[in-house]
């Protein structure tokens, strides 16, 4: 299941789809990471897409070098972009979340439920923020290959 990059879908989703507890930030985690990882596949197989983009000498001739290390190159920025989209959504909206139950958990300091439910959030962001860190050693990776 492929989701646009800017679908709120990867971030939050309706708990009655969900259910509630931990269990719930577990299967939303790994929803974002199969997401991920299906986007980071052009920069996994960066070798291989560079092997089979740039002609040998007995095909030089036959294909455009030039325009087919063209689409490779606009791929590869389109898939960081997308990836960097729907990483930067994620924290955005988690860190208005956040911000709400810091507001409400002002208010009622003795809610352990509102208190529960922001570690919950603060850690969804911390993660999400650590991802954005992977993205950057996956993007300097693949441009190091060309």
Request: with cysteine; net charge positive.
């Amino acid at each position: 299941m492929l989701l646009h990059s800017d679908s709120p879908f990867v971030c939050q989703t309706p708990k009655r789809f969900w259910g509630t507890g931990k269990a719930v930030l577990s299967r939303k985690r790994k929803l974002t990471m199969e997401l991920l990882k299906v986007m980071r596949t052009i920069d996994d197989r960066i070798v291989h897409e560079l092997n089979t983009t740039v002609p040998t000498a007995s095909f030089a001739g036959k294909i455009d070098a030039s325009q087919t290390c063209k689409q490779l190159y606009e791929s590869l920025m389109e898939a960081h972009a997308s990836r960097d989209r729907v990483i930067k959504n994620c924290i955005a909206q988690t860190s208005s979340v956040v911000k709400q139950l810091r507001e409400e958990r002002e208010k009622n300091l003795d809610d352990l439920t509102l208190l529960k439910q922001l570690r919950k959030e603060q850690t969804k962001l911390k993660w999400m923020q650590s991802e954005l860190n992977v993205e950057e050693v996956v993007n300097d990776r693949s441009w190091k290959m060309d």
